[in-house]
């Protein structure tokens, strides 16, 4: 295999590198914006050309749920355009493509974990956006793998881990919504779920949903977050209508995970013991700095 992994240093980028780096012998290219333009159709297609790219995680995302209300066309450009360019390149060279979306292509209305085949309604331009790659990819490239997943974290980059890390540090007290429900998900085990696709002997194109095992409330996911790092702030529950926010949410956005488990044998981790792992690299991130 000669891999492609884009977006390489976000969250899931960077916990791909450390995951494929201990268990894989193939080389793997990794990129971001300054080293591959992924709206340049041309440059997409000559770089899986030149370096006989078999394979394509597609990490890439414009991911800032409420700028993508007012900047819609850069919102657009990468979750949809780029990933038609990429689709065209996977094509037209026989590449195989693991695409990851996310649990807002659902409007959040239901009440039971979605599955890969409920119908989708997403509520806001990112999720708008997510949807409309995830059709053109099936349409251009029908091989892909899809991996919807949601609350993404890691000790990389920007997220709602090390946001109340930073504000129950700050703070005695902070507010956080209890009625958005959901499962966190560490970027670390969604990379281990790659690995275990592209070491498969099978590949079964498709939509397949990812997240850590387990249910709650960001409120919930943030009691457990100051719990565990020692921290004294209280968390107060709110409600959505008391924290507005430019783009709508999911109410409801639990994923079923029934079909990645059946294809591919992945064990999934529980979201708490997930945490505090992630909660430990972090600690161990910021000893070094």
């Known amino acids: 295999m000669r891999i492609l992994v884009t977006g390489a240093n976000g969250q899931l980028g960077n916990e791909l590198r450390i995951v494929l780096a201990g268990a894989i012998s193939d080389e793997v290219f990794y990129t971001d914006r300054a080293e591959l333009d992924l709206t340049d159709a041309k440059a997409v297609e000559n770089f ?9 995680v597609n990490c890439a995302a414009y991911t800032n749920v409420d700028l993508a ?3 819609k066309l850069e919102c657009a450009s990468v979750n949809v355009n780029a990933v038609k360019n990429i689709a ?25 974990p979605y599955r890969e085949s409920d119908k989708v309604n997403p509520i806001s331009q990112y999720g708008t956006t997510k949807r409309t790659g995830e059709t053109a990819l099936i349409a251009l490239a029908p091989e892909s793998i899809i991996i919807r997943t949601a609350w993404l974290y890691s000790p990389f980059g920007k997220n709602f881990v090390k946001t109340m890390l930073r504000l129950s540090e ?7 919504v209890s009625d958005q429900i959901g499962t966190p998900t560490y970027a670390h085990d969604l990379a281990v779920a790659i690995l275990a ?23 919930d996911f943030a009691k457990s977050i100051i719990k565990l790092s020692g921290h004294s702030c209280k968390v107060k529950p ?37 945490l505090e792992d992630c909660l430990k690299r972090i600690k161990e991130l910021q000893k070094i700095q």
């Not at 990645?260 to 981790?269: C, D, L, M, S």
């Open 48 to 56: 899986v050309v030149n370096n006989d790219i078999t394979h394509i």
């Open 88 to 112: 065209m390149a996977a094509d037209a060279n026989g590449a195989k493509v693991i695409h990851i979306s996310t649990d807002y292509v659902f409007d959040g209305t239901a009440h039971k």
């Open 69 to 71: 209300e007012t900047e």
């Open 238 to 274: 709110i409600a959505s209508e008391d924290y507005p926010r430019p783009a709508a949410r999911p109410y409801y956005s639990v994923l079923d995970k029934s079909r990645i488990k059946a294809t591919y044998g992945v064990e999934i981790p529980h979201w708490e013991d997930s």
């Open 197 to 219: 696709i592209l070491r498969c002997h099978q590949w079964v194109s498709g939509i397949y949903h990812f997240t850590d095992e387990g249910v709650c409330s960001w409120y």
């Open 170 to 176: 700050e703070q005695n007290e902070i507010s956080v």
